[in-house]
């Protein structure tokens, strides 16, 4: 009988590498069978620096894949055999994974914690490519929360340090983040180019998941200027590759971004179709981030659908989600949305109470729109109950807090306040001023491409109906909208 000769160190690192090749391949299934084969190699040789390498990379397979329970055992396994043997750069690289999965799930707080402490690992070791990596991340939660211009920043140092280190593929990655919070800041031109520059970048130098990745940042530009087609194609190639390296988590959040584009034009079955699938793989995986968002789509579709009480539900259980994850954009956005139901359900003293309470949450640095929005319906709901002076208080705010209220998605609304509140103050320049609103509310909704499906939408619905109950018709809006 002959005995099993005992693996080498060599041999162990022959199947570290071929692992990693498969997993840069998005052959997850054999790279995690080498993964596993080195680990319980390295086991037999007692040797932690190895056990503890290919735990990273099972981890960091994992969590790519969408396993995050599975990437959280591995990495803390990681950290714990690099901390044993004071590897200080390989726990600062297992630092950033785990802060990675709390960054995914929405966790900013744990995520920011175990950054800071892999950044300091980082500067430790002189580790340039993965202190830039950190700083992308920190710039990702800015977005995330909303703080563009920090995000911007962040974004600025990563991408310099990447070029520094004359890593395109880095530069890429970078660059994708840093078109999505251009392009909230309202630098569309600027955010075109630099995506198609990133996906150049990603078709001379990357593998199918950052060309993936690239093609994703694409299509969201593509979307933000609604160029529909474009967003299309770029995220239905995005996700055919996300799908052939089996990353379940990036596949979802591709999905995610087709519905949006599907909602914005209109196909509301299709739309719904792709959240779901989205959905589904977001449970899965425990992504409550991606589940959150994914509900509070599925929640506007159905109520612009006319299907109310579906989407309270939807958003209610949104809404549980973001208040746990501490997510407060999307619980001010879920709070206006209920708040929206309930005033359209003539529930009116829920509505105020909701649209109140977020007048003490929005920052309107941030969320400006929603601000407008609760300014509006509350002085509609003062109206109602012949508090005008409270009504005129309520629009005088929302002029007060910006000069650009007339060209926002909740300028109908506030049109359709200043009518009611004409009307009942008996102006003879009720109508005529609110036409000439609806005026530039009909361009804004054409430029912006806001359908149907979508809350703003909605809101123009409103405006045009009260119109032509005062006797406007049809064409009569659609000459005054054209002008």
Same mark, same amino acid.
Not at 57 to 63: E, I, Q, T
Not at 154 to 166: D, G, H, L, S
């Given at each position: 009988?002959?005995?099993?000769?005992?693996?080498?160190?060599?041999?162990?690192?022959?199947?570290?590498? &071929?692992?990693?090749?498969?997993?840069?391949?998005?052959?997850?299934?054999?790279?995690?069978?080498?993964?596993?084969?080195?680990?319980?190699?390295?086991?037999?040789?007692?040797?932690?620096?190895?056990?503890?390498?290919?735990?990273?990379?099972?981890?960091?397979?994992?969590?790519?894949?969408?396993?995050?329970?599975?990437?959280?055992?591995?990495? =803390?396994?990681?950290?714990?055999?690099?901390?044993?043997?004071?590897?200080?750069?390989?726990?600062?690289?297992? @630092?950033?994974?785990?802060?990675?999965?709390?960054?995914?799930?929405?966790?900013?707080?744990?995520?920011?914690?175990?950054?800071?402490?892999?950044?300091?690992?980082?500067?430790? =070791?002189?580790?340039?490519?993965?202190?830039?990596?950190?700083?992308?991340?920190?710039?990702?939660?800015?977005?995330?929360?909303?703080?563009?211009?920090?995000?911007?920043?962040?974004?600025?140092?990563?991408?310099?340090?990447?070029?520094?280190?004359?890593?395109?593929?880095?530069?890429?990655?970078?660059?994708?983040?840093?078109?999505?919070?251009?392009?909230?800041?309202?630098?569309?031109?600027?955010?075109?180019?630099?995506?198609?520059?990133? !996906?150049?970048?990603?078709?001379?130098?990357?593998?199918?998941?950052?060309?993936?990745?690239?093609?994703?940042?694409?299509?969201?530009?593509? *979307?933000?200027?609604?160029?529909?087609?474009?967003?299309?194609?770029?995220?239905?190639?995005?996700?055919?590759?996300?799908?052939?390296?089996?990353?379940?988590?990036?596949?979802?959040?591709? @999905? #995610? #971004?087709?519905?949006?584009?599907?909602?914005?034009?209109?196909?509301?079955?299709?739309?719904?179709?792709?959240?779901?699938?989205?959905?589904?793989?977001?449970?899965?995986?425990?992504?409550?981030?991606?589940?959150?968002?994914?509900?509070?789509?599925?929640?506007?579709?159905?109520?612009?659908?006319?299907?109310?009480?579906?989407?309270?539900?939807?958003?209610?259980?949104?809404?549980?989600?973001?208040?746990? !994850?501490?997510?407060?954009?999307?619980? #001010?956005?879920?709070?206006?949305? *209920?708040? !929206?139901?309930?005033?359209?359900?003539?529930?009116?003293?829920?509505?105020?109470?909701?649209? &109140?309470?977020?007048?003490?949450?929005?920052?309107?640095?941030?969320?400006?729109?929603?601000?407008?929005?609760?300014?509006?319906?509350?002085?509609?709901?003062?109206?109602?109950? #012949?508090?005008?002076?409270?009504?005129?208080?309520?629009?005088?705010?929302?002029?007060?807090?910006?000069?650009?209220?007339?060209?926002?998605?909740?300028?109908?609304?506030?049109?359709?306040?200043?009518?009611?509140?004409?009307?009942?103050?008996?102006?003879?320049?009720?109508?005529?001023?609110?036409?000439?609103?609806?005026?530039?509310?009909?361009?804004?909704?054409?430029?912006?491409?806001?359908?149907?499906?979508?809350?703003?939408?909605?809101?123009?619905?409103? *405006?045009?109906?009260?119109? @032509?109950?005062?006797?406007?018709?049809?064409?009569?809006?659609?000459?005054?909208?054209?002008?």
């Amino acid at each position: 009988m002959t005995d099993t000769p005992t693996p080498t160190p060599e041999a162990i690192q022959t199947l570290l590498k &071929e692992g990693s090749q498969h997993r840069s391949e998005g052959h997850f299934e054999e790279a995690r069978m080498r993964f596993l084969a080195a680990r319980e190699a390295a086991e037999g040789l007692y040797n932690v620096a190895m056990v503890s390498e290919a735990s990273l990379s099972l981890g960091r397979l994992f969590a790519e894949r969408g396993d995050f329970d599975s990437a959280f055992t591995n990495l =803390s396994r990681a950290l714990d055999g690099f901390r044993s043997i004071a590897n200080i750069q390989r726990i600062g690289l297992s @630092l950033l994974s785990l802060g990675n999965i709390f960054r995914i799930k929405g966790n900013y707080e744990e995520a920011i914690q175990h950054f800071n402490e892999a950044l300091e690992h980082f500067h430790a =070791s002189k580790d340039r490519s993965n202190v830039a990596n950190i700083t992308a991340n920190f710039a990702l939660i800015a977005l995330a929360i909303g703080d563009f211009n920090k995000s911007i920043q962040q974004f600025e140092q990563a991408i310099a340090i990447a070029r520094e280190i004359n890593s395109p593929s880095m530069e890429m990655s970078f660059t994708v983040g840093y078109v999505k919070v251009l392009q909230e800041c309202g630098r569309s031109e600027e955010a075109l180019e630099k995506s198609e520059y990133s !996906l150049n970048l990603a078709r001379q130098y990357g593998d199918k998941r950052e060309i993936a990745n690239a093609l994703g940042g694409v299509g969201y530009v593509a *979307l933000e200027n609604n160029q529909w087609q474009r967003s299309l194609d770029a995220f239905r190639e995005s996700l055919e590759l996300m799908r052939e390296v089996g990353s379940d988590w990036l596949t979802a959040i591709t @999905l #995610n #971004n087709i519905g949006v584009v599907l909602k914005a034009v209109g196909d509301a079955g299709e739309a719904q179709k792709s959240f779901l699938e989205a959905l589904k793989i977001h449970r899965q995986i425990g992504a409550q981030n991606g589940a959150a968002h994914t509900l509070m789509s599925l929640g506007e579709i159905a109520f612009c659908d006319g299907r109310p009480e579906e989407a309270y539900h939807l958003i209610h259980e949104s809404l549980e989600l973001s208040r746990n !994850l501490k997510l407060q954009y999307l619980i #001010n956005v879920g709070t206006s949305a *209920l708040a !929206l139901i309930a005033y359209s359900q003539e529930d009116y003293g829920q509505a105020m109470l909701l649209y &109140e309470s977020l007048l003490t949450q929005i920052d309107p640095a941030n969320n400006l729109a929603l601000l407008l929005e609760s300014y509006g319906f509350l002085s509609l709901i003062c109206i109602r109950e #012949n508090k005008l002076a409270k009504a005129e208080s309520y629009l005088g705010k929302a002029i007060v807090a910006t000069t650009e209220y007339r060209t926002s998605e909740a300028a109908p609304i506030l049109a359709l306040a200043q009518l009611e509140l004409s009307l009942m103050q008996n102006s003879p320049d009720a109508v005529s001023q609110a036409l000439s609103s609806y005026t530039t509310v009909y361009q804004y909704r054409t430029n912006n491409h806001i359908g149907r499906l979508n809350f703003g939408g909605f809101y123009v619905e409103m *405006l045009q109906k009260r119109l @032509l109950s005062l006797g406007m018709t049809e064409d009569d809006l659609s000459r005054t909208g054209k002008r």
